[in-house]
């Protein structure tokens, strides 16, 4: 055991470097109780040599440091010294290159340096040109910084040489059936490289983007019991809350309903407030239409015909242009502490002419409830013509009348009545404690 332990550390260790390895190690241990002096020591040996060992172990002890005391520029140094580490090239030990380059890249996330990490694991790709897995992180960091292109670049590589790996297969899936627009036959080939990669069960696959995307590719192309069994095996495997669920981002303990009664969301007084101002509202929310101002919806959902919105709170921030249009709306959910303090959603206006279909969908979060009030409905419109499905329930809309359901759940509208308008407020879900609705990540 101890000869592994001292092969592993000489391992880390070069020419140089041997010569004062007494030092570095003893420097090693007491960095751990004292990482400030441990900076020190590492300071003064890096003043007269290029010590791999000693930037690495300078970089952790900075690293230990901004984390005590909550210090993004001390973790910035961290960094830098991780960097310098690579920067010394060939003359660092292979395994010494490789911890340096991963501590780099997992805190240069961490910091959302997102684009220097790309750099680093290029240069990573370039010492280690055979690593399968430096590829793979590659082509998600090119994704996390929005170059699709170059991921889509990478991951057709990685199938060049090993055809049936299952993590490529599913992010190209997944890229190539998101950026498909309206050309089908890419949205086939999204399709089969997600199914085909799935099925492989690699290690990353079961994720449930993938499962959605496929879900939702499948449906798009008219192939809905292939569809369904794939949302049936998200299910199954946990990654989907059930069967109708479909959210990603989810808070796990919360109870789960697709349709709400007012009472249930605890919310009484502040939903009654919409309800009892609907005429209000809705003379705000003509004017804004009438005057053109608003805009597309920009998701992707819409089959056919013209669904626009406008929106007056989106992830918990007020929109103060917007809300100058709709003063009284806006005072109405300044009171509404649940809904305006929402960073997992929005508050706004639809307009849904006649002749609209949305797609099926499910939105990512099960952490909202969603409050639809009825402003503008055509009088010929019903539950035929006029509805929105969530699950296996049928909802249609009546002016000044107010439903609420979590639209975490499988939904699909048609609008084949006239032109529609309602307003739509989320919610935080009631069970959330203060703290979750405090330091949830918004979406
Ligand atoms: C929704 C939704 C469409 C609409 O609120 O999640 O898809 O405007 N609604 O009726
Ligand atoms: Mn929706």
Known sequence: MLQIIELSYQS???????????????????REEDPHT???????????????RAF??????????????????????AIFNFKEVLALGKIVPDALFRLAGDEAIQQMKFRGFNTQAVKVIQTLIHRFPE??????????????????????????????????????LVHLGFILKTQSGDNLHELEMGVSYLSRGLATRAEGVLEGNFFFHLGDGLRRLGRFSEADAVYQEGADLNIFKSFWQRSIYNVDRLKSQPIWTID??????????????????RLEAEKIFKARKFEAESENLK?????????????????????????????????????KTNRRGQIKFSVMLNGTHVHAHSGPTNCRLRAHLGLVVPDNANENNLKLRVADNILTWKEGELFI?????????????????????????????????NTLPSI
């Open 405 to 437: 359901f979590d639209d975490s759940f499988d939904h699909e509208v048609w609008n084949n009545s006239g032109d529609r308008i309602v307003l739509i407020v989320d919610m935080w879900h009631p069970e959330l404690t203060s703290h979750e609705r």
């Open 303 to 339: 089959d056919s015909g013209t669904w626009n919105q406008f929106e007056l709170y989106r992830q918990g921030r007020k929109l103060e242009k917007n809300c100058q249009l709709a003063p009284t709306t806006c005072s109405i959910v300044e009171k509404f502490e649940a809904a």
């Open 56 to 77: 690495y172990g300078k970089a952790l002890a900075l690293l230990q440091i901004s984390r005590n005391v909550k210090s993004n520029k001390i973790l910035e140094s």
């Open 264 to 281: 249930e969301t605890t919310y009484v007084s502040n939903l009654n407030n919409f309800v009892n101002n609907w005429k209000i509202i």
């Open 12 to 30: 880390l260790t070069n020419a140089e470097d041997l010569i004062i390895i007494s030092d570095l190690d003893k420097i090693d241990i007491m």
């Open 131 to 168: 690593d399968p897995m430096l590829k793979q992180t590659l082509g998600v960091q090119y994704l996390i910084i929005g170059d699709n292109k170059s991921a889509k670049n990478i991951f057709e590589k990685i199938l060049i040489t090993n055809p049936e790996n299952g993590f490529a």
């Open 38 to 52: 441990a900076v020190e020591h590492y300071d003064s040996i890096l003043q007269t040599r290029n010590s791999p």
